[in-house]
């Protein structure tokens, strides 16, 4: 007999043991249910989780640098009392900065400050007033839905005009036209020239539409006078970003005067810096996750050993039969081994229809979906698992004397 009709053949013979033992069946699938209910809850959670990161962070850039007196990730209390000694970048350094980077495209300061916003009658409790240059346009990709950006003449003279986020318009204006009109930061008029397209919350908690671009004199005139907290910095191209980062670093220690020997008196942060401690995190949780999906798998692949050693045990006498009338090893081996992964493929079918649901409830607290790649997974692993866990039962059936067997009552 051909491997195709003995495969047809095993398909036929295991769906009618499956359906002449239905309850032995399902109680058998039940650690497989649970297994890829939980491989399937853990891989969309940790999917939806590595897109929603990588969507945030892409507002950092991938070749802008962010300089700062700290580090994004401190790592122990002396290395923070370290970086709190610092000076801050003054403005004039960010000057000299400008004037002597050759491989930045743009260079801008960037501070902020916590403050409500009115328009009339409105208002938003606490907006994120950021002073900055024209530059941010480019270090911060700034893409524009209504009117224009910051220009120098304005930057370099003070004028109070704003470019506000798409939450701050939509708070204030509803479907007003925000270009022209007057709002208070504080206690402080500003000209509204621009509006920024929507950009979602960064890493799901700051929203990066509820913010207002302001000059950067303004903002030390009215809110702070505190130094800038980080200065970002586009390289050229995103193939000359280490080239750039080790002028800036170069240009900052001859600005700031750090001697030969001593350690930067500041840091250099940049996107890969989040997304190589976010991998790391997010490889440990994968890492136990997998180990508790395996468990469940392990124990649920035990039942259906045993399942399957009783079912040999029920039918030897069938396989005797079969075997004294020209059945092979292989064509019992492969009845055995389809049964337990049909078994197994029902757990991952009822596994992945209890999942889809819960997926959608997980999709209001966690940025989570199901897609034919996880789905595909899931029943992968099912499969997988209905295969290892028959193989013993089926490789003994396949070894059985037919005389022996045929003497069984």
């Known amino acids: 007999m051909k491997l195709s009709a003995e495969f047809i053949e095993g398909i036929r013979i295991a769906g009618g043991a499956i359906r002449a033992n239905k309850m032995r069946s399902g109680l058998a699938t039940l650690g497989i249910v649970i297994g890829i209910v939980t491989v ?3 891989g969309t959670a940790i999917t939806g989780l590595n897109g929603a990161f990588l969507r945030s962070i892409s507002a950092l850039g991938t070749d802008v640098l962010h300089v700062s007196r700290f580090s994004w990730f401190i790592r122990s209390h002396a290395e923070w009392m370290r970086a709190q000694s610092r000076q801050e970048i003054s403005l004039s350094q960010i000057k000299a900065l400008e004037e002597q980077m050759t491989l930045a495209r743009a260079i801008a300061p960037y501070t902020e400050f916590g403050t409500p916003v009115r328009y009339k009658e409105r208002s938003s409790r606490r907006v994120w007033a950021i002073g900055t240059t024209e530059q941010f346009q480019y270090t911060g990709n700034v893409t524009l839905a209504q009117g224009r950006f910051l220009l120098d003449t304005e930057v370099s003279g003070g004028r109070p005009v704003c470019v506000i986020g798409s939450g701050v318009a939509s708070n204030l204006f509803l479907l007003e036209s925000p270009l022209g009109k007057t709002i208070r930061l504080g206690d402080f008029p500003f000209e509204v020239v621009g509006v ?6 960064f890493l799901g908690r700051f929203s990066l539409d509820n913010q207002v671009f302001i000059p950067v004199k303004q903002m030390l005139a009215c809110f702070t006078r505190r130094p800038f907290t980080t200065v970002q910095v586009k390289a050229v191209s995103l193939e000359k970003l ?5 002028e ?9 005067r750090v001697p030969p020997g001593d350690e930067d008196d500041f840091s250099i942060n940049q996107q890969e810096n989040f997304i190589s401690t976010f991998n790391r995190v997010a490889g440990t949780i994968a890492a136990v996750g997998l180990f508790i999906t395996g468990l469940s798998l392990f124990v649920g692949g035990i039942g259906i050993m045993n399942i399957m050693f009783v079912s040999v045990a029920e039918r030897t006498r069938e396989i005797g039969i079969r075997k004294a009338i020209g059945a092979r090893r292989r064509t019992i081996l492969l009845q055995f081994l389809i049964e337990s992964a049909a078994i197994c493929l029902l757990g991952g079918l009822v596994g992945l229809a209890i999942a889809f649901p819960l997926t959608l ?5 966690l940025p989570a979906q199901m897609s034919l790649t996880a789905a595909g997974a899931a029943l992968t692993v099912a499969l997988v698992t209905g295969l290892v866990s028959g193989f013993l039962p089926a490789w003994r059936a396949a070894r059985m004397s037919p005389v022996d067997a045929l003497r069984n009552e």
Do not use: A, S, Y
């Open 40 to 42: 399937t809850l853990m």
């Open 242 to 246: 280490k080239e750039c980062e080790e």
């Open 361 to 365: 409830v997980m999709n209001h607290f």
């Open 196 to 201: 920024v397209e929507p950009q979602g919350n």
């Open 248 to 256: 800036l670093r170069g240009v900052l220690r001859k600005i700031r």
